[in-house]
Nanobody, 123 residues
Framework: QVQLVESGGGLVQAGGSLRLSCAAS????????MGWFLQAPGKEREFVAR????????YYADSVKGRATISRDNAKNTVYLQMNSLQPEDTAVYYC????????????????WGQGTQVTVSS
């Protein structure tokens, strides 16, 4: 069992940056693939980025490639998402998730979820 708690969301102007954090409790954090997803109002939850258990491999959605960096600190049981050059269309609730399979970009492929953190980008 893994519990996830996101933080770091907020209101930011277009062009600004945010760093989201996801703190995990439970065992074997380093054995999980960690992912970030976003869900805008009225839309499906969509994949943003994922990172392997050892942190050596990352993968990004095309929509954030070059603007986002996912990282993790297994000693702190925490995964991060640095988002730069934010635009109003990035406004959404951002969720972190933990799973076992590397090649997964759908929400169904992840076992554990946080409660989400709101990111609002003003124009």
């Amino acid at each position: 069992q893994v519990q996830l708690v996101e933080s770091g969301g907020g209101l930011v102007q277009a062009g600004g940056s945010l760093r989201l954090s996801c703190a995990a409790s439970g065992r074997a954090f380093g054995s999980y693939v960690m992912g970030w997803f976003l869900q805008a109002p009225g839309k499906e939850r969509e994949f943003v980025a994922r990172i392997s258990g050892d942190g050596r491999s990352t993968y990004y959605a095309d929509s954030v490639k070059g603007r986002a960096t996912i990282s993790r600190d297994n000693a702190k049981n925490t995964v991060y998402l640095q988002m730069n050059s934010l635009q109003p269309e990035d406004t959404a609730v951002y969720y972190c998730a933990a799973g076992r399979n590397w090649r997964v970009t759908t929400p169904q492929g992840y076992e554990y979820w946080g409660q989400g953190t709101q990111v609002t980008v003003s124009s």
